[in-house]
């Protein structure tokens, strides 16, 4: 699968492959993270979330990393399908007061 | 779960005219709600936070008399562009957080705005 360290603009995988998109948050006060998939045309749509108490958490196929020292989040997408393309944003809740949204990166599947 | 509707998809309007987009949640009381605002390829910036029942909170460099929000209820919230010119052509997007604290934070569909 493909893996980045840093935070990328796009990324494209085969159809099969792991994808892992990365994110680096701003706030260290930021208590809840939350990876969007956002379509073009539409408004964002909630994959997984996390909160600053744990450091791993799996969905369906999807897999979110937090790691506090450096401020870094990641989302992994296991069996990568065509319709998994599309811009992913990770967000930060800074204390319950509002989300704020990192840089989007392109996921592009060819089959 | 949770739904925010939003209203309307997409509209086009003349420069100098105001446009009000509507975003409600269906299923659930917000009393916090939030406007942002995205341009083509670029990430969702925070505009404003709606309070029901108070100001909105306006995030630095929006003007808040060109960005009007309107919170009158714990399920409907409004945001009026008045004067439109084209810069402010962009994709709007609401986001609805419920009262209960379940479900986090809900998005609606967004709006297109395009200013002739």
């Known amino acids: 699968g493909e893996s980045v360290g840093l935070h990328l603009p796009t990324l494209s995988v085969q159809e099969g492959d792991n994808s892992i998109i990365n994110c680096a948050y701003s706030?260290?006060?930021?208590?809840?993270f939350i990876w969007y998939k956002q379509e073009s045309g539409k408004g964002p749509q909630f994959i997984i979330d996390?909160?600053?108490?744990?450091d791993k958490r799996q969905g369906q196929r999807v897999t979110v990393l937090l790691n506090k020292t450096v401020k870094h989040l990641s989302l992994q997408i296991a069996a990568t399908q065509p319709g998994d393309s599309a811009v992913y944003f990770c967000a930060e809740d800074q204390a319950g007061t509002a989300l704020i949204f990192g840089k989007g990166t392109t996921l592009s599947v060819s089959s | 779960g949770a739904v925010v509707s939003q209203h309307p998809s997409w509209v086009i309007c003349k420069s100098g005219t105001s446009v009000k987009i509507e975003c409600r949640s269906l299923?659930?009381?917000?009393?916090?709600m939030f406007w942002y605002r995205q341009f083509p390829k670029q990430s969702l910036m925070l505009m404003a936070t709606?309070?029901?029942?108070?100001?909105?909170?306006?995030e630095q460099g929006v003007e808040k008399d060109k960005f009007l929000i309107n919170h009158a209820s714990l399920t409907l919230s409004t945001l009026t562009v008045t004067s439109a010119h084209p810069e402010d052509s962009s994709f709007y997007i609401c986001?609805?957080?419920?009262?209960?604290?379940?479900?986090?934070?809900?998005f609606g569909s967004g709006t297109r705005l395009t200013v002739v």
């Open positions: 986001s609805a957080r419920d009262d209960r604290g379940v479900d986090g934070y809900t």
């Open positions: 299923d659930f009381q917000a009393t916090t």
């Open positions: 706030n260290s006060a930021s208590d809840y």
């Open positions: 996390i909160r600053s108490n744990m």
């Open positions: 709606s309070n029901e029942g108070s100001k909105a909170t306006y």
